[in-house]
């Protein structure tokens, strides 16, 4: 018997959350964080009076059932209200998943590197991560995760397109991979980045979870939507892990705030599409000058481009801090940077052109 109180072996074992930096000010120049995968726009039209009329309502619980968002999403989507699961941000959605399908021991089999906060939530559950190495392009391997699924796997995470890297898995290889992992196992499909997809072949989610059992799509308001800071995610999932996914979370988690301001984002569709294809031609456009400059970059899908810089992944993000633009390094791996406003990539551009290799 330990003399303190001791959390659970595992909880010593959760890997830290490295969050985007916010930029350094730098006396004559406009910093910006292109650190995170924000969206730099203001509001959609009519968000925030939505939310500050919510606001106004902070003396009640929010609707737990998150009725109203799950009406909206559902006419939306054309799926049914049980089959949604609505959380503080899909991040929540991975931690409640972890909890309701794993045990001890149980595998969780998702590519790496991909999104930092699958290991922490594998962790968090007492589960056991399997990280299936992408390939040089910065792609899902999805044979060599098939072939990790074992036994103890319940949960296998597809992060399309991947954060960091940028690439996305086309439909014709996730039906092939969804043909050989066994019903039991839950296949996520990371949808963070939906919006933002342009290639052939490009996955059609809920045609996918229409078609599987086992199949369960989580979405954010966080990225293309601009809500990063009012955490609201949701499942879209086959009815039995939907009830789950709900029955696992936090009571209250999605404040009203959040709820009405996710329904007025949904009504404010073409707004967002538009200000989405503007995100999308500056990508396109940045990763064209990086590469007239001899950039090798991974094929880019997200709100993000990513540099594979090896060891000089922390002098570029220097350099870059240097320019007043904070961006993202992960180790000696590479430095992802976010596609927001037009003088920081500009910035970037300038900083890449100089270590052109
Ligand atoms: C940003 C992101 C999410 C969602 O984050 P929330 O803000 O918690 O909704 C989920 N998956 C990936 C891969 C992301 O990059």
Redesign the pocket.
């Known amino acids: 018997m330990s003399t303190t109180p001791t959390p659970r072996p595992n909880v010593l074992a959760i890997p830290a959350y490295v969050a985007g930096k916010p930029p350094t000010p730098r006396p004559g120049l406009t910093s910006y964080k292109l650190s995170s995968?924000e969206n730099p726009y203001p509001p959609l039209p009519g968000v925030l009076e939505a939310a500050t009329e919510a606001a106004a309502a902070m003396n009640r619980y929010p609707d737990m059932g998150s009725s109203a968002l799950y009406d909206a999403l559902s006419a939306r989507l054309g799926v049914p209200t049980d089959d949604l699961a609505a959380a503080?941000?899909?991040?929540?959605l991975?931690y409640q998943l972890v909890n309701a399908f794993c045990g001890p021991g149980d595998e969780v089999v998702y590519a790496w590197r991909?999104?930092e906060?699958y290991p922490i939530a594998v962790t968090v559950g007492g589960a056991t991560s399997v990280q299936v190495p992408l390939t040089a392009e910065g792609r899902h391997d999805l044979d060599a995760m098939a072939a990790a699924v074992t036994e103890r796997t319940r949960i296998v995470m597809v992060?399309t397109p991947?954060?960091p890297t940028g690439p996305a898995v086309g439909q014709a290889e996730l039906d092939a991979f969804l043909a050989k992992v066994p019903q039991h196992v839950v296949v996520v499909v990371?949808e963070?980045?939906l919006e933002f997809v342009r290639m052939a072949d490009a996955v059609d989610g809920l045609a996918t979870y229409r078609a599987h059992p086992n199949v369960v799509l989580?979405r954010?308001?966080?990225?293309a939507y601009g809500l990063?800071g009012f955490?609201?995610?949701y499942a879209v999932a086959p009815g039995p892990i939907a009830a789950a996914l709900r029955a696992v979370s936090l009571p209250f988690g999605v404040s009203h705030v959040a709820q009405a301001a996710a329904i007025a984002s949904l009504e404010a569709g073409d707004a967002l599409m538009e200000r989405v294809d503007e995100l999308v031609a500056r990508r396109v456009d940045v990763v064209a000058r990086l590469r007239d400059v001899g950039w090798e970059l991974p094929d880019a899908q997200?709100n993000f481009v990513w540099f594979p810089l090896g060891e000089r992944t922390p002098d570029f993000a220097a350099a870059c801090g240097e320019a007043g633009v904070s961006v993202r390094p992960y180790a000696t791996d590479g430095v992802r940077v976010t596609i927001g406003e037009a003088e920081a990539l500009d910035r970037i551009v300038e900083v890449a052109a100089q270590f052109a290799r």
Do not use: E, L
């Open positions: 995968n503080t941000g899909s991040v929540a991975i991909s999104f906060a992060c991947n954060n990371d963070a980045y989580f954010t308001f966080s990225k990063a955490r609201v995610g997200g």
